[in-house]
């Protein structure tokens, strides 16, 4: 890169009227870029730790696709791998991020852990850096710091909140979020009603030779652990309504990262003033 | 021996003491006035510094002093002649040490209180005049803990378990005894634990976050008050109030029959909430808030508590000052690397990185990975505490195979889960003490035990929930081992140092 490269950025945002931020922390949390001519990837195979240090949480999760062969960067995906378990991976080659761990990055990317055992298999850092952990932008902030008000007039609002296969566990540092956000929102607007609809995928998938399917009764889970987060966050009980889906379409909501196929995996939350 | 103190007196308080013990061939902890005995009816000074093998500690009441005559915390209000701070002592950093157990029974035998068959010895069925009925207390300082099986929900309701637990080895007697065991008319389980210090309350009852990332779920709810609370009280989070915490406390450690009052709940709680503990000086080292250091109960009283060290005050930075000790030439040589270790040890406590693996509450439910980098902050990440922000029931290790060191002394019990295998140790668990499983009834909160305040350490020996360290080394040796960190000569001595400093 040409040592001007940065500046040439720099004078093309400010050609197109980007305003730069004031702080490097983002305002508002942002989905990574999704490159629309990345094809996602569905694969499942056992994870490798690769014991890189960076710093905390810096290590780095590896995991080769059976379908092309390929060795992928799973590291940013909200949930990691267990090294003693098969993975079930989807994600989208990322555009342009340098390869810091022996893989190609995957960035969207969706982990989820499988019951199938796996050998622990873990590399040295030959040499690879690893990813420097940054805080998530999708992270609940501590009750002592002070919180905007949604503007009136009040919107109708859906939150999705998203999860990993086979489980009812809101993901950590995305799922929560959106959980989070919602239950907020409907306090903050004192809604009339919330409407929660879980969904699972009850129709068998066959990904690298594994069938993957989820049990009919995981979307009334999946939506009874939102609106359990909802009503316990004060949301009055008698305005949530549950209702439950099967292998529903796919979801483009904020969170799903332009993944597909994670996204039938979902709850939303309709907030409705 | 208690010493009142003021800024001014104190240092020379202390030599004094000190000079006067020495004169007379005893140590500090040799004087039968450092226990404080039910209903003696003393004044608690809003400040007293308590002489301990590294130092000192200070107890701060805040709003003090305060006559203890009459007061429901030191009164004995059961039947068994304790009052809450017979296991709850000031000199103890309000826990209580091994050193004083043993004091107590060289002074009185099984006739003192503390000993009460009912949990300070090793089953009530045993003849209560031997010392080896009392072993447990004696030997590991610890109490037992009988909890219902199954477990209980808060209305008494018997709670749906998704594990079994069967006696595979029974040293007390107590899990097999037809009266006591799990085969009684009301079966108990029986755990043997360490008190808990009764101290720092605002950091342990401080909500950080709203949420129990653990359980992917808001902040337990007090099903009394509908109220949020930090879900840190307790080893096994059996109860989420300070007032639910005395009521049980008085029935079953106190064996208080009937039901406390709300005006003796309120100053109980009360007493509590105005308490903090913390060593205050170093035999080493000197006073720990000195040198630009802010050890020392009197920050903890003043700071904000329930903060994230990794997005406000580092956790320990407290000793950040100390980093540079070594230019100070108003200090002895001893003093400056007594500082400087300190100040590695903290840092070392933030920075140092290891692999955690196959740790319920780390390395799952959440998605942190297993393993996953980090140090000892990631968990211990509470500014000025050195708790967890969030409910801090996590899986050491310490109580549950193949973890655990051996315990020949404590019962063993396996579980089977029934549903779901635990996340690590699969569908057949061998464990101590299930821990937070005794309060969910859930196979995969096997071996979780709340993490604890790191205040006070050096006052209250032995550590973890089971006494299975006797001294910090042994605490840092632990983990060492548990997660296979390396770590060197200079390392243990150094964040042993920094706990004598807490």
Redesign the interface.
Known sequence: MSAFAPLRALAAALALGLALPACATPAAPAAPAAPETSPELRFVTCPV?R?T?A?????C?LADSPEDGLRYDVTR????????RAVLVEGRVSAGQADTCGGIVLEPVR?SVLAQACPRAMLPAQGYPGVRFQ?PARN?????EPREQPARPYAERTFGVWFDHGRD?????LS?YFT?MA?LYALDIDASRVEITGWSVTTPETVSGHVLVEDAMLARRRAD?VA??LR??GVPAERIVVKVAHDGSTSTLEGSDGLLSPSRRRVEVRVIP | MHVPTTRRARLYVLAAAAAALAAAGLSASDLPDRWWKPGEGRVMQESTDYPNAAGSLRVLLVDGPMETRGHPFFEPLGTNGRACVTCHQPSDAMSLSLDSIRRQWDLRGHHDPLFAAFDGSNCPDLPQERRESHSLLLDHGLIRIARPWPPRDHDGSPIETDFEIEVVRDPTGCNLSDRWGLNAPEPMVSVYRRPRPVANFKYILA?????D?KR????P?DPETGQ?TSGNLMADRRVLTLEAQARDAALTHLEFKGRLSEEDIARITDFEQRVYAAQQTSRIGGDLDAGGATGGPATLRDS?A???GS?GVPVWSEFNAWADAGKDASLTPGQRAWRESVARGAQNFRER?F?I??TTGI?????????????CA?CHNMSQMGMDVAPGQVDLGTTTRPFADPQPHLPLFRITCTGEPH??YGRVIETHDPGFALTTGRCADVGKITLQSLRGLAARAPYFSNGSAKTLREVIEYYDRRYNIGYSEQEIQDLVHLMEAL
């Open positions: 730790y014991n240090d710093g905390r949480k810096s290590g999760w995906s909200p949930t990691k791998p267990d090294w003693n982990v805080l609940i902030r501590p009750i002592h566990f809101i993901v950590y540092q929560d989070h239950s652990a359990n987060w316990m966050m | 909500m950080g976050f709203a949420v990332p992917s779920q808001p902040l709810i949020m904000p329930g903060r994230l997005q990185m692999l693996s196959d390395n799952s439910p959440m998605g942190f990975g297993n393993p996953v980098l980090d140090r990631f996340p690590h």
